[in-house]
C-alpha cells in the first residue's frame, strides 16, 4: 500500500482531462436522443435540455431532424468534431459500434447508460470487457454500462431517478449503484441537504468508485462540496481509496460511506447486483477507519450523519452536548441515546443557570435539559442561545434543540429564531423538528434557508455519536528505534513457506520485539547444560513439528533435569522430531499478535486476548498496517476485556505502552515484508514491563 | 408479584365506572373554558366542541354567557349535576378548590390539565398530595395535574399538541408524557398509523399509566386498538403493568413501550421532567420481557415496529423474508440489515423461479432479493406478489418491498398493485416506500387506504427483528419434583440476616439443588475422621467470617491429613473462626446464579459465568422470578460466552438442562420466600450432569 508520487503526478494530466470532459464538457453528444420522457435517451435529452446546459448539445438520432428545437445529429459519424462527452442511450447490441467510433474520432468521455451487459450475462460480459478494451486503447474515459448517469452543475445527464431541487452543494456522492443515490436524494432534500455533483458508476467496465474518487480528488476544488458520500458494493482498489479519502479528508472534505453487502445474505445480493466479489468485511471497516471515512449502514444513517456533518461544519470539536427541548419526554429519549452513543451531558454554570432562571418560567428545568415547556416563544429561545453562546462556549461542542407543534405558540417563529442564531452561535446547533405533518410547510422554509434539521433523537443521536466518535487519518510515523530493515531484510532473503524457529527469531530480534531467551537443543548431551543456562521452571518444545501443541510438542513447567531429559525423551519420540528448544517459563497474562495478507488491502494486524477470548468470544480488533502508535492503541483499548490487561482479583497486568509498541513494529514488519503471508506472535506474555513473544510463527507467500 | 384474584375482580366494577367517565362521558364540564384559540382552557374546549362531542358540554366561566353557541355556566357550583368528566383549566392556586368541589359533587373523574404543581416545587407536590386525598375519599378518578388531557373515540379533551387525523384506531396510546404523544403521533400517522384513545397521564398524583393500563385491560373492547404504545419514565407498579400487559396479550393486543430514563444522562433528565425516581434498568428490562412487551428506545423504532405490527397483523410467524425491489442497492442494505436483526432470506423454489423468469426481463434478478429493476410495472407487482403467495406461503413469512421513484413508470400504480395485493396475499407485506419528495402525495393515498410504508431499510429490517424476536409471555409452570415448599418454609421460620451454613444447605437441599457432600468440624480431635469421610483432595472453609475468600478462609486441594490439621490451625486463627466446613473438591466450569429484592419488581435472578465473566466483562443475563423454563433456558443461551458452557479446548461441558432447572428452583425459591433478600449460589460447578452448587449464601430482608 505504498504510494507511488512520481505515479500519481504522471496521472494528474490525464485526469484533470478526464474531469474536464466528464464534469465540465464543453459539447455533449447525447446518441439515441428523443423526446420520449419515459425512455433513457429521451428523458436524459429533456433534463440536459430543460436543465440548461451552456455548451453545444448534440442529439444523435437516424430519425428526428430537431428536439426541442435543438439541430439533430443524424449519427455518429456526422458530429461536426469530437464531444467532449457522449452519454449513450441505444439498445445494447448497438452500443460496442457507437463506443469504437466515438473512441476513433476521439471523444475525451463516453457514459453508457444502456443496461444488458455484465449485469445480465457472459455475453454482456464480453461485450463489457471489448468496450473497456477499445476506451483504454484510445485513452477515452468510459462510464458504465447500465449506470444512471451523471449530475453536475454544470449537465443534468442522467435517465433515471430524480434531479435535486434544492439550491447549492452541501453534499456530492460518488457511488456504484445508482437507485441507492436517487433514494438516499430524495430523502435528504427533504432534511435540508442539497446535492452537487452525483456520480453514478452502473456496472465500472473501466472506471469504478475508487477511480472517480483519485479523479475527484485530484481536482478538488471550491466547486466540490465539503461533504462527499460513496456507496459501494465492493472494494477492488482498497490502496486508491486510502490514498484518496486520506487526501481529501486532509482539504477539508469530510467522506460519509456505504460499503454493503458487509453480510452474508447481504454479499449474495451484492453479487447479483453488481457481480461485487465478497471481500472480508473486516478489512472494509478497517480500511474505513484508516481513511477516515465515517461508515454508515443504511440510507438514513447516511443523511443523519451528514445533517451533522453540515450543521457543526465538518467535525464535532468534543462529545459534550447540551439539550433545549420544549418537551420532557423527548429529552429524556434525546439524553439516553446521547448516552447510549457515549456523549456527555455537562452541568451547566451557577452564572448560566441564574440567566437561564431569568428567561425561562419558575415550572422550566433549566439544568441540562433545559425544558422550555410547551409555551416557549422565540424570544425565549434566542435568549437561551444566546446566554449558552456567552457563557458555555468552552464547555459545549453542541446544543441538540428539540421542538414539536405545542399548539400553543408559533412554531414558524421558533424556527426563525434558530435559524437566524445559528449562524451567530459559536455553539453548532443541532435542530430536532417533529412537527413533519403540522409544520410541513414551516420546515420546508427553514431548510430553504440552509438550515438542516432531525426528525428522530435516535437517529439524530446515533449520527453525532458517530461524527464525534469517527477518527481522523493520522500519518504513520518513522519505523520505532531498535527496527533494523536491512536486518529483517537479509533473514528473509532466500525463504519459503513456514519459517524455520532460528530464522524467526532472527527476524523477530531485528524487528525489535523482545523474546524470552531460548536455546536449540540437538544433541540429548548438550541438554543439562543448556538447561542450566535458561534456569529451572523451564519451557521445552519439540523442533520440527510446525503445530506444536496439537501433538502434545509443548512442556511447561519442567522443574528439574530429570524431568528435563524424561520430557527430551518424549518430545523427540513425536513425528518429524529433529531437537528441542529451551526457554524459561514466563507467566501473567497472554496476548495474541498477528497479521495476514488480505489481497489489494496488504495487510490486516490482529489484537485479542490469548485462549478462548480470541477463539470463543471472538473479542479482537483489526488494523490496516502500517500501523501509528495511535491505531495500534486504540485496537488495544477497543477489545472487550480490555480491563484484563490492567490486572485482575490482583494479579499483575500488561504496560500497554509496550504491547502498542510490539503492535507497531508488527504493523511496519508485515508493511516492509508484503511477501509475509501470515505472522503469528501467539501468545505474547507476561507481566508490567517485561513481555515477551513466547510463541511465534511466520509463513511467506507462495 | 402474586395476583390477588379476589381484589382483581372487586375492582372490575369501580373500573368500569371510571372507563365510562373518562372514555366515554356522557357529560363533561370544562372548568375555565374560553374561545381563546392559544390558551389551554380555550383549545380543549374548541376542540371538544369542534370534533363534534355527542354529549352534554358545560362550559364553565364566570364572565362569559356562551361560548361557540354553547350557553356558559357561571361557576361549579352552578352545574345542573354532576358531570362524569370535568376538564380543569384553570390557574394553578385555583384548582384545589376546584377539586374538592367537584368530587364533594359526585363527578365521576377530574383530568388537570393546569401545570404548575409536583413538576415545579415542594409546595405544588404539597397540593397535588390534596388533590389525590380529596378524589380518593371521594372515590373520584383523578388525572394529572399537568397533562395535555385525552383524546377518545367520543371526545378530544387536549390542549398541547395535534389532534390526529388518520381516520381509523390503529393504535392506543397511554403515557407519562404529553408532548412525547404528539410527537410520536405526527410522524406515526405520515406512516399511516391512525389512533383512536390517547391518555397522558401528567404528574400522575392519583392514577398513573400502570393503573389506566388496568382500567384499559379490564374494559378491553372491539372499540380499542390492536397495538398498545405506552411511554414511562418510571415504573412503579411492576406487578400491575406485568399482569395486565399479559392479559392483553392473550387478547390480541400488542404492546410496545418505551421506558426512558435508562441510562444515567437520561436518569437525571427524567428527574427533572416527572420526578421519576432512579429505577434499575436491568429490572425494567427483565419486566418489559415477561410481560411481553416489545421494548424500543425512541420515537423511530416505536413507529417501525408499530408499522410492522399492523402490516402483520400481530406477530411475525417466523424470520424468513423475500425481498422485491426495483433498485439493487437498497436491496442490498436491506438483506444486510436483515441478516444483522437475525433474519433469514430463504432461497426460491425451482418452481418459483421459473414463473419469475416469465414475468421480468433477463436482466432481472430473481434470487432473493428479487430485483424487478427500474422498469417495473403495476402488473409485474401484481404478478410477483401472486407467484410468491401460491408457491412460496409455506417458505416464507413476509414479503418486504421496495420501490422508489426510478422515472420510468407511474408509481401510484405500483402503489395501487401493493395496496390491493397485500389483503390477499397469505404473505404478509412490508412495504419500502423512498421517494417521499416527488411522489409525497401518492404515498399518501396509499397510506388512506389502509397501509403504513416504511422509509428506511435499516429502520424496517431493525423493527421486523424486533417483532420477529420478541417473546409472548409464558404462563411460569408448577414447581419442580422435589422441590419441597413445606421444607424451605420450616427451614425459613425465625431466622434473620446471613444465614448459617447449615440453614443455608436445607433451603437448597429442600429446594432440590445438588450440593457437593459436606461436614462442619468444630472440634479438631473429628477432624481427620471426617477428612476420611468425604476424601481426599478436599476443600476447607473457615465457619464464621462472612465473607470467607476475602479473609483467605477458603483452601482448596487439601491433599492429605498433615496438610488438614495444618489448614485447620491457619483457618482457625482468623477472627471470627468458629469452625470449618470440609467438601469434596469439585473441577468443571464455574457459573454463578444468584437472585435479589428489586423492590416492587420482586427478585432479579442472575446468570452468568464465574470469575472475570461476570466481574469484569459483565457477561451475566437476569430476569423476573419466578422463572418457566424457557425463561431459564433463555438466559443461559443469552450470554456472549455461551460456547464455553459446552466445553472448549477439549475440557468437558455442563448439562444446560440441569443449570436450567436450577435457575428454575432459583426463581421459585425466590418469589415463594420473599422475605430472602439475596441469594448467591456462586459458585455452581461441575461437568456434565455432576452439577454443584459449590458455595452460597443467604441474606434475609431486614
Known amino acids: 500500500m505504498t504510494i507511488n508520487n512520481a505515479t500519481a503526478v504522471a496521472a494528474s494530466e490525464r485526469s484533470q482531462r478526464i474531469y474536464q470532459c466528464l464534469f465540465r464538457p464543453q459539447s455533449i453528444a447525447v446518441v439515441g436522443a428523443s423526446t420520449a420522457p419515459l425512455k433513457p435517451g429521451g428523458r436524459v435529452f429533456n433534463l440536459i435540455h430543460q436543465h440548461g446546459y451552456a455548451g453545444t448539445l448534440w442529439p444523435i438520432n437516424p430519425k428526428a431532424t430537431e428536439l426541442h428545437g435543438v439541430p439533430v445529429i443524424p449519427s455518429i459519424a456526422a458530429l461536426p468534431s469530437a464531444p467532449d462527452l457522449a452519454l449513450i442511450a441505444i439498445p445494447s447490441h448497438m452500443v460496442l459500434d457507437a463506443v469504437t467510433e466515438l473512441a476513433e474520432m476521439g471523444t475525451g468521455a463516453v457514459i453508457v447508460l444502456t443496461s444488458g451487459f455484465g449485469e445480465k450475462d457472459a455475453a454482456g460480459k464480453e461485450l463489457e470487457n471489448k468496450m473497456k478494451e477499445v476506451a483504454d486503447k484510445a485513452g477515452m474515459a468510459l462510464i458504465g454500462p447500465n449506470c444512471s448517469g451523471f449530475l453536475t452543475t454544470t449537465y443534468k445527464g442522467k435517465f433515471a431517478g430524480i434531479v435535486p431541487q434544492l439550491p447549492g452543494g452541501d453534499v456530492d456522492f460518488i457511488s456504484g449503484s445508482g437507485a441507492t443515490v436517487d433514494y438516499v436524494m430524495e430523502c435528504a432534500e427533504a432534511r435540508g441537504l ?33 461533504i462527499l458520500m460513496i456507496y459501494m458494493e465492493a472494494v477492488k482498489k482498497p490502496a486508491l481509496l486510502l490514498q484518496h479519502a486520506r487526501s481529501l479528508g486532509k482539504k477539508g472534505c469530510v467522506m460519509i460511506g456505504i460499503k454493503s453487502g458487509a453480510t452474508e445474505a447481504g454479499s449474495r445480493a451484492a453479487a ?79 452564572k448560566t443557570l441564574e440567566e437561564l432562571a431569568k428567561i425561562l418560567p419558575a415550572e422550566s428545568s433549566i439544568i441540562n435539559p433545559i425544558d422550555a415547556l410547551p409555551s416557549r416563544t422565540d424570544k425565549q429561545i434566542e435568549a437561551i442561545i444566546r446566554v449558552l453562546g456567552e457563557l458555555e462556549a468552552d464547555n459545549l461542542d453542541a446544543i441538540a434543540f428539540l421542538t414539536g407543534d405545542s ?4 412554531n414558524a417563529a421558533i424556527y426563525q429564531a ?83 524457529p532460528a530464522i524467526v527469531k532472527q527476524v523477530l530480534l531485528s524487528a525489535g520485539f523482545v ?21 529451572f521452571p523451564l519451557v521445552m518444545k519439540v523442533i520440527g513439528p510446525l503445530h506444536k501443541t496439537d501433538v502434545g510438542g509443548v512442556r511447561l513447567g519442567i522443574a528439574n533435569e530429570e524431568d528435563a531429559l524424561k520430557t527430551w525423551t ?26 495476514s495478507l488480505e489481497g489489494e488491502f496488504g495487510h490486516l494486524v490482529m489484537f485479542g486476548l490469548g485462549g478462548i477470548y480470541a477463539e470463543v468470544l471472538k473479542d479482537v480488533r483489526f488494523a ?33 505502552d509496550i504491547l502498542s509498541d510490539f503492535l507497531v513494529r508488527l504493523g511496519h514488519l508485515v508493511a516492509d515484508f508484503p511477501e509475509i503471508a501470515e505472522i503469528d506472535l501467539n ?13 511465534s510463527r511466520i509463513i511467506m507467500k507462495k
Open 515 to 535: 523474546l524470552p531467551e531460548q536455546i536449540e537443543v540437538f544433541e540429548k548431551e548438550q541438554l543439562a547444560a543448556q538447561c542450566q543456562r535458561i534456569g
Open 194 to 226: 442539497s446535492f452537487g455533483t452525483v456520480i453514478n458508476l452502473g456496472n465500472s467496465a473501466q472506471l469504478g468508485v475508487e477511480d472517480l474518487l483519485k479523479i475527484y480528488d485530484e481536482n478538488y476544488n471550491e466547486d466540490c462540496a465539503k
Open 407 to 410: 399548539g400553543l405558540s408559533d
Open 418 to 500: 434558530i435559524s437566524d442564531a445559528a449562524p451567530k452561535s459559536p455553539i453548532p446547533i443541532l435542530p430536532m423538528l417533529s412537527s413533519l405533518t403540522s409544520c410541513g410547510e414551516k420546515i420546508d422554509t427553514f431548510i430553504r434557508q440552509g438550515n438542516v434539521f432531525f426528525p428522530d433523537e435516535v437517529g439524530m443521536a446515533t449520527a453525532v455519536g458517530k461524527v464525534a466518535g469517527y477518527f481522523e487519518p493520522v500519518e504513520v510515523t518513522d519505523r520505532p528505534a531498535g527496527y533494523d530493515q536491512t536486518a529483517i531484510q537479509e533473514a528473509l532473503t532466500g525463504v519459503e513457506g513456514a519459517l524455520d
Open 624 to 656: 490496516l498496517a502500517p500501523l501509528a502508535p495511535v491505531e495500534a492503541r486504540r485496537m488495544i483499548d477497543g477489545i472487550r476485556c480490555r480491563p484484563l490487561l490492567d490486572g485482575v482479583r490482583g494479579e499483575p497486568g500488561m504496560n500497554v
Open 272 to 350: 447479483s447486483h453488481t457481480g461485487a466479489m465478497a471481500t472480508s468485511d473486516t478489512a472494509v471497516e478497517a480500511l474505513f477507519e484508516k481513511a477516515g471515512i465515517i461508515r454508515v449502514a443504511g440510507r438514513g444513517a447516511l443523511i443523519d450523519v451528514g445533517c451533522v456533518v453540515k450543521a457543526v461544519k465538518g467535525r464535532l470539536s468534543g462529545k459534550r452536548v447540551c439539550i433545549v427541548t420544549d418537551a420532557g419526554g423527548p429529552g429524556v429519549m434525546l439524553a439516553d441515546e446521547l448516552n447510549r452513543a457515549k456523549m456527555e451531558l455537562p452541568a451547566l454554570s451557577e
Open 683 to 695: 501468545p505474547v506474555k507476561g507481566t508490567g514491563d517485561r513481555l515477551y513473544v513466547v510463541d
Open 570 to 595: 518424549e518430545l523427540m519420540a513425536i513425528n518429524e522430531a529433529t531437537g528441542v528448544l529451551l526457554q524459561p517459563m514466563v507467566t501473567g497474562q497472554e496476548v495474541i499478535l498477528g497479521a
